[in-house]
């Protein structure tokens, strides 16, 4: 059985896998895997922990941390901070591994688990692969935990270690990607935390620029992360911009990796307007940009009408990573607002991509809606069909075929894309199309079809 989705381990708190026992081996599991890996080295190893301001955070935090010691690895608790800052930080604590506990964009009842390497990127496929097969052998054992997690040697147990100052380093590391030339002094700026991991370091970063900075949405109860409001739920951040007469928005989702942004007349611009101004409007034209097979089609004859090069990965961030280091290229991202900038940090970071836009703004004298006037969106609509359960739309003839005809009917104009969620029972059922209206009916058309076939 395969425990890890497209991002991780994710699902409904008090339900396998997220659960506090379950969580406890795979903290244990994780932890043989790492001394494994490291049977050379003369020190135990270690990772570094960090989550976002869900209320079940602190019961999964406390099963990880007893799961790596009874293996034998040293934890560093780093508290409440955004997902990319736990990857800068597992490097800069020379530590062998970095996870997350966050279930990003999704509500605070669900929770999750993300692992970084010691570089700081994403887990690879035979490390991921090997504390599965591990998962699966402690899950196939019946008996009292003695038996399924044995402690050889007391003495080898690891240790655990709570750090004060992560959030300054983190913010200090946020800050240097930003040109030492240009400050932020004349922008007022709203920054829309999501009630989530970055409610504290966001709205500082932007202050210690010099921005005049409008935080909202930054009083995590630990139930009200994402709850209408970050990058998933943008209307507050429009309605705030125009409200407080402000330079430019920004909205966060729970765990700080995903960014959209508004301009100074309220219009939202969302990854794929960030990554056309990155990609155009920088002091360095880039070779190329990797989108997803959700990236609007308005991105691709934008950037090929500058004569940059587009391809698209599979939806995910790690895909994108992987396109980006096949090509040597250094910028991509979704249109959700997941936004590589590998020459500033190795993983989707919504504070370092948002200092990016407005280092540009700074460089060329602009509002954001100058930037963006060059990029034109093709009509899409997106309909995400909750199921019962995890089921494959392709299994089923009769959807088969409906898909092909709305292919057929798009071709040339426009793109339909349909998608099974990595992390919950749902289909995304994606239309493009020079037609508002058509993009509309066909998409509600196919999700109702789903709906009524699937359940």
Known sequence: MSYFGTDGIRGKFGELPITPDF????????????????????????????????LSGYVIEGALQAGFNAAGVDVYMLG????????????????????????????????????????????TDAMQNAINDKLDAIMAVDGNNDAVMP?????????????????????????GSFPYQYDLDHLTVVVDCANGAGYSVAPRVMRELGANVIAINNKPDGININADCG????????????????????????????????????NLVDGDGILYVLATQGQTKVAGVV??????????????AADI????????DRYVMQELEANGWILGGEPSGHILCLDKSRTGDAIIA??????????????LSDLTEGFEVLPQKLVNVRLSQMQDPFEHEELVVAFDKARATLE??????????GTEPMIRVMVESDDEIECDVMANDLADKIKAILG
């Open 412 to 421: 040339g104009r426009g793109r339909l894309l349909i998608r099974q969620s």
């Open 23 to 54: 969580i406890l081996k795979l903290g244990y599991v994780t932890g043989l895997v790492l001394i494994e890996n490291n049977q050379n080295s003369p020190r135990k190893p270690s990772v570094v922990i960090g989550k976002d301001t869900r």
């Open 291 to 304: 989108g997803t097979l959700m990236s609007n089609m308005g991105l691709e004859l934008a950037l090929e």
């Open 309 to 316: 090069e587009f391809t698209r990965a599979k939806v995910g």
């Open 151 to 175: 402690i050889l040697d007391p003495a080898q147990l690891g240790k655990n270690n709570r750090i004060d100052d992560a959030k300054g380093r983190y913010i200090e590391f946020c800050k």
């Open 354 to 367: 948002s200092l990016q836009i407005l280092a540009v703004m700074q460089a060329r004298g602009k509002a």
């Open 231 to 266: 990058s998933t739920h943008p209307e507050g951040l429009q309605e705030a911009v125009l409200k407080y007469e402000a330079d430019v928005g920004i909205a966060l989702d729970g765990d700080g990796d995903r960014i959209v942004m508004v301009d100074e007349a309220g």
């Open 80 to 123: 409440p901070l955004p997902t990319p800052a736990i990857a800068h930080l597992t490097r800069s604590f020379n530590a062998d591994a970095g996870v997350v506990i966050s279930a990003s964009h999704n509500p605070y009842y669900d929770n999750g688990i993300k692992f970084f390497s010691a570089d700081g990127k994403k887990l």
